[in-house]
């Protein structure tokens, strides 16, 4: 059971009301007016426990800062490989893949994190525009 924190529950607040998948930076700007002394080691701090207790998704982009999720229920994310958006996919589950990978592995396979990369559409439009 975790303590109780004022901090942690408004850096919970603060990603549940978005879609965007902010950074830790972002998190710490946009809760700076509620707690004006939060350190930024603080709000990684609590994000790594909301994280690691499954009640944020931390979303890691592989050459970017992480990104942070409030919905922590299952689903799939899209990354632009362009300007580095992250965007929630709405698609039907593909949850069939850990069978799939549990019968080419002698473990135990309880889930999976697949982020999916290309452009996102203003990327594309601006590719195609710019290529005429």
Same mark, same amino acid.
């Given at each position: ?16 009301? @978005?879609? &965007?998948?902010?950074? +830790? ?6 809760? %700076?007016?509620?707690?004006?002394? $939060?350190? *930024? ?25 992480? @990104?942070? &999720?409030?919905?922590? +229920? ?6 632009? %490989?362009?300007?580095?958006?992250? $965007?929630? *996919? ?43």
């Amino acid at each position: 059971m975790r303590k109780h924190s004022k901090q942690r529950d408004c850096i919970q607040t603060f990603l549940a009301g @978005r879609t &965007d998948h902010p950074t +830790a930076e972002t998190v710490y700007m946009g809760i %700076r007016d509620e707690f004006p002394h $939060i350190s *930024l080691a603080t709000v990684y701090r609590n994000l790594a426990l909301l994280s690691e207790s499954g009640e944020i998704q931390k979303i890691s982009t592989g050459n970017g800062p992480d @990104r942070f &999720d409030g919905n922590a +229920a299952p689903h799939n994310h899209f990354l632009c %490989r362009c300007c580095g958006d992250v $965007i929630d *996919l709405d698609m039907d589950s593909i949850s069939y893949v850990d069978e799939v990978a549990g019968k080419t592995f002698s473990g135990m396979v309880q889930g999976h994190n697949i982020i999916f990369y290309g452009l996102c559409p203003n990327c594309l439009a601006s590719s195609k525009a710019s290529n005429g």
